[in-house]
Nanobody, 112 residues
Framework: QVQLVESGGGLVQAGGSLRLSCVAS????????MGWYRQAPGKQRELVAR???????YYADAMKGRFTISRDNAKNTVYLQMNSLKPEDTAVYYC??????WGQGTQVTVSS
């Protein structure tokens, strides 16, 4: 089993920044395949960014240049640095591994 625990969400004004963290535990062999998704009210869950199984980073187009995914292998932790936040970034952000395991989510609210 794999457990994912997110933290770092909160309320921020437009233009501000937040850093989310996701700590993985359990049967972890690699933190490749970990990523961030988000779900806004009334919308489908969407991919934000992920570390592919080859170790490269992938970003959804709307996040390129504003969000950065990074990793600390020793801590089994993946981070999402979010800059220049917009009200439309308001959502619950979820950590995911291998498309199978999900964290409980952390709320990000961006006020205008």
């Amino acid at each position: 089993q794999v457990q994912l625990v997110e933290s770092g969400g909160g309320l921020v004004q437009a233009g501000g920044s937040l850093r989310l963290s996701c700590v993985a535990s359990g049967r972890i062999f690699s933190i490749n395949g970990m990523g961030w998704y988000r779900q806004a009210p009334g919308k489908q869950r969407e991919l934000v960014a992920r570390i592919t199984n080859t170790g490269t980073n992938y970003y959804a187009d709307a996040m390129k240049g504003r969000f950065t995914i990074s990793r600390d292998n020793a801590k089994n932790t993946v981070y999402l640095q979010m800059n220049s936040l917009k009200p439309e970034d308001t959502a619950v952000y979820y950590c995911n591994k291998d498309g199978q395991y999900w964290g409980q989510g952390t709320q990000v609210t961006v006020s205008s």
